[in-house]
């Protein structure tokens, strides 16, 4: 069945450091992927997404590129700050028979000292 | 804009009662959805709705309620509320279920049931 398998957290990093949230998926059909972000006490918000193979998604400085061969979506950002620190959720809709339905990842807590 | 709505933010019950958690939007979106948030488990869909009078159940339906009058409400029922339903639900709306669209979500509705 459909799901998504992220990097265990927490993730804990000092200010300035790269980061990488790894994402693997297990889809039907072929899958928008998307990255959500929540802050403490917050909604999710969307941070960034890529709709077909080869695309990257970039927003706020992180990346992730679509990769149907590795089935990944990996996070990344060169040079994290203490406002980054949120739950981050790696999330795809396969769309078909899954309309609307978004599968997600269990999060990964970032906390970012600094 | 106000976007996504959820109303109580936080609420308490006692086993067996009932309540409506509220969710509206003012983006004129078609689909809206419930899911809640579990330590450890992601998001799980509850139920959905693709407009105004159609609703479907999602990955774990039971014991909740919707229905959808209008294009921008969409309150989860809960019947009678038991501790495995303590978690924290929100409400997520897009323009369709197509599976590029961005998904918009609430605060969110903290749920503890004694």
């Known amino acids: 069945g459909n799901s998504v398998t992220q990097m265990e957290g927490p993730v804990t990093l000092s200010e300035e450091a790269f980061l990488t949230i790894n994402c693997t998926y297990t889809a039907t059909g072929y899958p928008s992927l998307f990255w959500y972000v929540q802050y403490p006490g917050e909604g999710l918000q969307l941070l960034l997404k890529?709709?077909?193979?080869?695309d990257k998604g970039s927003n706020k400085g992180f990346e992730a590129t679509y990769r149907k061969e590795t089935t990944s979506f990996h996070l990344e950002k060169g040079s994290v700050q203490v406002s980054d620190s949120a739950v981050y959720f790696c999330a795809f809709n396969a769309g078909g028979t899954s309309y609307g339905k978004l599968t997600f990842g269990q999060g990964t807590i970032l906390t970012v000292h600094p | 804009n106000a976007g996504v709505t959820q109303t109580p933010k936080f609420q308490v019950l006692k086993t067996g009662q009932s309540m409506t958690l509220q969710c509206a939007q003012d983006?004129?979106?078609?689909?809206m959805s419930w899911y809640r948030q579990d330590p450890g488990m992601g998001l799980r869909l509850i139920h959905y709705s693709v407009g105004a009078g159609i609703t479907d159940q999602g990955e774990v339906p039971n014991g909740y309620n919707v229905s959808r009058s209008t294009t921008e409400d969409f309150p989860l029922r809960l019947l009678s509320a038991a501790p495995s339903q303590t978690s924290v639900y929100f409400c997520a709306s897009s323009l369709s279920g197509n599976r590029e669209e961005t998904q918009y979500f609430g605060p969110g509705t903290r749920l503890l049931v004694l």
């Open positions: 983006m004129n979106h078609e689909y």
């Open positions: 890529a709709t077909k193979a080869d």
